[in-house]
């Protein structure tokens, strides 16, 4: 399995207060991914990261912050969580390999529950 | 925007039938197609990769097929088991970005 973890595994918070959820990788991928999974939508991007620093939006990313600061860790803030941000949010990454393909690797998710 | 459907969205079968999940996808200037499977309550697990230049791919009982120009891909598993009984999901990479498909939900009956 890819060393990917995620913290907490687990949450529930108040609307309005602020959230982060940690990935962290042991496996130097360049790339790395942050996706909600609700029922009925599928797997949906929220921001992704090419780099240190170098972070873009994803299809769903309003209300939505990261930051990496180190290739290893890669953070997703929820600024004013809301109820409709109840998911289960998943951290992936991928590195380029032959022929220019990216594969990915997920971690095992943290569930969210806003109230 | 890529749209990726996966029909049906749950099927059920019994033990030992060989069977065949469908993809489709709306643009097909990917880069390649990957296959996952995810048990209630886990993550993804990675199944299969086909690059775009490729038309198939297998690993033990899956076989996974690519037809870019239809986009179109089937990953096919033979001789079912119980073990198998997951959801199945499928996603396309157009570089930096992936498009899943909101995957078929399998139970294979013993």
């Known amino acids: 399995d890819a060393g990917i973890t995620q913290s907490p595994r687990h949450k529930v918070t108040e609307t309005g207060t602020p959230v982060t959820l940690r990935c962290h990788q042991t496996?130097?991928?360049?790339?790395m991914y942050w996706y909600r999974q609700d029922p009925g939508h599928g797997l949906r991007l929220i921001h992704y990261?090419?780099?240190?620093?170098?972070?873009d939006k994803g299809e769903v990313s309003d209300g939505y912050s990261v930051s990496r600061s180190k290739t290893e860790d890669f953070l997703l803030t929820l600024e004013s969580a809301t109820s409709s941000q109840t998911s289960v949010y998943f951290c992936?990454?991928?590195?380029?390999?032959?022929?220019?393909?990216?594969?990915?690797?997920f971690g095992p998710g943290t569930r969210l529950t806003v109230t | 925007k890529q749209e990726v459907t996966q029909i049906p969205a749950a099927l059920s079968v019994p033990e030992g039938e060989n069977l065949v999940l469908n993809c489709s996808f709306t643009?097909?200037?990917?880069?390649?197609l990957q296959w996952f499977r995810q048990d209630p309550g886990k993550g993804l697990t990675s199944l299969l990769l086909?690059?775009?230049?490729?038309r198939e791919q297998t690993s033990g009982r899956l076989n996974a097929s690519l037809d870019k120009s239809s986009g179109r891909s089937t990953l096919y598993i033979a001789a079912s088991q119980p073990g198998d009984s997951a959801t199945y999901l499928c996603?396309?990479?157009?570089?930096?970005?992936?498009?899943f498909g909101t995957g078929t939900s399998l139970t294979v009956i013993p």
């Open positions: 496996e130097n991928h360049r790339y």
């Open positions: 992936a990454i991928s590195e380029q390999g032959t022929g220019g393909s990216y594969e990915q690797y």
């Open positions: 086909i690059q775009s230049s490729q």
């Open positions: 643009d097909s200037a990917i880069y390649n």
């Open positions: 990261s090419y780099g240190v620093k170098d972070t």
């Open positions: 996603a396309v990479n157009t570089g930096n970005q992936f498009y």
